[in-house]
C-alpha cells in the first residue's frame, strides 16, 4: 500500500494493470447514486471550502470532491446547484443549463479511511484508558460498512508506536485488536505516531481483509490521549510543518483526556487546527464521548462530490477548475477554490462505458446552446486591428 496514485486513477502514460482496476472501481462507485443531489440551505454565516481530489477517470465527466466548512469546522449542509458555482479556464458555468451536479458523501458508495491513534500511557490506567477503548469502539461500530480503519497504538517501542492493525473494514478484526491494548507505556511519543499516521495514510489504494478493491477518497486521523509528547524524534514544529505542506489535507480529530487545559491539551488542539479538523476536551465527561464521536462521522460523511460535464477536448494536459459556494444561497458573497483536471480518452472497457453512459442521461451534452454565463463587464479579446493602435 505504499505505492502512490498521481495525477487520478486513469492516467495514460501508461496504464497500469492496478490503475485499470481502480478505475473500473470509480466508475461502478462514481455512478451508483448520481441521480440524487442535494437540495436545501441553512441561515450560517462563516464558512469556506477545500477541493481535497479531482478525478478525470471518466472524462468528459469530472468529479471535483469538497470538504466545507463554518467557523466551527462544521460542515454546510445541503449544498444544491443554485449556492455552488462552476468555473472552467476561468468562464463560469451556467447552472440552468444542468451540466453539473452536486450530492455528498454519506449515500454514496466511495469509501472513507480513518486511522485511530490510540495512548497507552501507564498514567491513563483507569477510567480514562477504558473510556477511550471505548471511544476507539464507538468509531469503528458508527462508521459505514465500506469505510476501513487502522489502528497505531503509542508505546514502548523503539519508534513509539505499533501498527496494530491496517486498514479493515470487518468491526470484528478491529475490536479484537483494541482488546489487547493495556496501559502500559512508559512514555508517550505523540508526535512520532501520528507521524507515522500521516504516513500509513499516504498508502494506496486497496483491499483488505475481505479482499475487496474500493474507492478511497478520503483519510483522516483520529488521536486519543492525553496530549503529552515525550521526547519524540520528530519536533511539533516539523510535524506542523508536514501538515501544512499535504497536497491532500489529512484532518486530525483528537480526544483529550485527563483534563480540558495546559500545555498538552494545546499540542492537540494545535494539530486539530493545523489540519482542518476538531478538538474535543474529554476530560472526565465520559459521557460526551458518544456525541463528539457522532459529530467525527458526520463530518467525515459530509464532503461533496461535484459533478460536472466538460467540453474541452482531449488533449492530456490539465486544466484549471475553479468552485465556489454562496452560503446560504442569496448573499452574493462567494468563496472559491482551485484545482486542475486532465482531459484524457478513458480505456473502452465496459463498465467505464456503461458508467459514462449512465452520467450521460443525467448531464446530457448541449446542442447549440451557451454553456456559461455572459457578465457584460468582462473584457473580451481584441481585435487585430485595435491592437495595432
Same mark, same amino acid.
Given at each position: 500500500?505504499?505505492?502512490? %496514485? ?10 497500469? =494493470? ?13 455512478? &451508483?447514486?448520481?441521480?440524487? &443531489?442535494?437540495? $436545501? ?6 464558512? #469556506? ?25 462544521? +460542515? ?16 463560469? @458555468? ?5 451540466? @453539473? ?5 454519506? /449515500? ?5 479511511? =480513518?486511522?485511530?491513534? !490510540?495512548?497507552?500511557?501507564? /498514567?491513563?490506567?483507569? =477510567? ?7 471511544? &476507539? =469502539? ?51 511519543? !505523540? ?9 500509513? *495514510? $499516504? ?12 474507492? %478511497? ?6 488521536? !486519543? ?23 491532500? +489535507? ?23 487546527? /493545523?489540519?482542518? #479538523? ?19 462521522? /458526520? ?6 462530490? !461535484? ?8 488533449? $492530456? ?9 454562496? @452560503? ?18 478513458? +480505456? ?37 486591428? *485595435?491592437?495595432?493602435?
Amino acid at each position: 500500500m505504499k505505492q502512490r %496514485i498521481k495525477r487520478g486513477l486513469l492516467a495514460l502514460k501508461p496504464l497500469s =494493470a492496478e490503475l485499470i482496476i481502480l478505475g473500473i472501481v470509480l466508475a461502478i462507485s462514481l455512478v &451508483a447514486n448520481i441521480s440524487h &443531489a442535494a437540495t $436545501g440551505t441553512t441561515g450560517l454565516q462563516g464558512y #469556506g471550502l477545500k477541493i481535497f481530489r479531482v478525478e478525470s477517470a471518466l472524462y468528459p465527466f469530472v468529479h471535483v470532491y469538497v470538504r466545507t466548512f463554518d467557523q466551527e469546522m462544521n +460542515p454546510l449542509v445541503n449544498l444544491n446547484v443554485l449556492n455552488i458555482g462552476v468555473m472552467v479556464e476561468g468562464r463560469a @458555468y451556467d447552472p440552468k443549463k444542468k451540466q @453539473y451536479l452536486i450530492q455528498p458523501i454519506r /449515500n454514496r458508495e466511495e469509501a472513507t479511511r =480513518a486511522i485511530l491513534v !490510540l495512548d497507552t500511557n501507564k /498514567n491513563l490506567k483507569g =477510567a480514562d484508558f477504558e473510556a477511550m477503548v471505548r471511544a &476507539a =469502539a464507538r468509531f469503528i461500530d458508527a462508521k459505514r460498512p465500506q469505510d476501513q480503519v487502522a489502528i497505531v497504538a503509542l508505546d514502548n517501542s523503539s519508534e513509539g508506536y505499533t501498527v496494530l492493525s491496517n486498514f479493515d473494514r470487518e468491526p470484528g478484526i478491529l475490536g479484537r485488536r483494541l482488546a489487547d491494548l493495556q496501559p502500559r507505556g512508559e512514555k508517550t511519543r !505523540l508526535y512520532d505516531g501520528v507521524a507515522a499516521a500521516m504516513q500509513l *495514510a $499516504g498508502g494506496a489504494v486497496g483491499g483488505d481483509s475481505s479482499n475487496k478493491v474500493d474507492y %478511497i477518497v478520503s483519510t483522516s486521523i483520529l488521536v !486519543l490521549s492525553s496530549g503529552k509528547d515525550d521526547d519524540s524524534a520528530i519536533s511539533r514544529s516539523d510535524l506542523m510543518t508536514r501538515i501544512s505542506s499535504l497536497k491532500i +489535507p489529512i484532518p486530525i480529530y483528537s480526544l483529550g483526556f485527563t483534563g480540558k487545559d495546559g500545555k498538552d491539551q494545546r499540542n492537540l488542539q494545535a494539530l486539530s487546527i /493545523n489540519s482542518f #479538523g476538531k478538538y474535543y476536551a474529554i476530560g472526565g465527561a465520559y459521557d460526551t464521548i458518544t456525541r463528539n464521536i457522532e459529530d467525527i462521522q /458526520n463530518v467525515m460523511q459530509s464532503d461533496y462530490v !461535484l459533478t460536472f460535464r466538460a467540453y474541452i477536448p482531449v488533449d $492530456g494536459e490539465r486544466h484549471t477548475v475553479k468552485i465556489g459556494v454562496e @452560503y446560504p444561497t442569496g448573499s452574493g458573497i462567494m468563496y472559491y477554490d482551485t484545482s486542475t483536471f486532465e482531459t484524457i480518452e478513458p +480505456p473502452t472497457f465496459p463498465r467505464i462505458i456503461e458508467a459514462q453512459q449512465k452520467i450521460d442521461k443525467v448531464l446530457p451534452a448541449l446542442k447549440d446552446e451557451e454553456l456559461y454565463l455572459h457578465n457584460p463587464y468582462a473584457p473580451v479579446p481584441a481585435t487585430p486591428a *485595435a491592437m495595432k493602435k
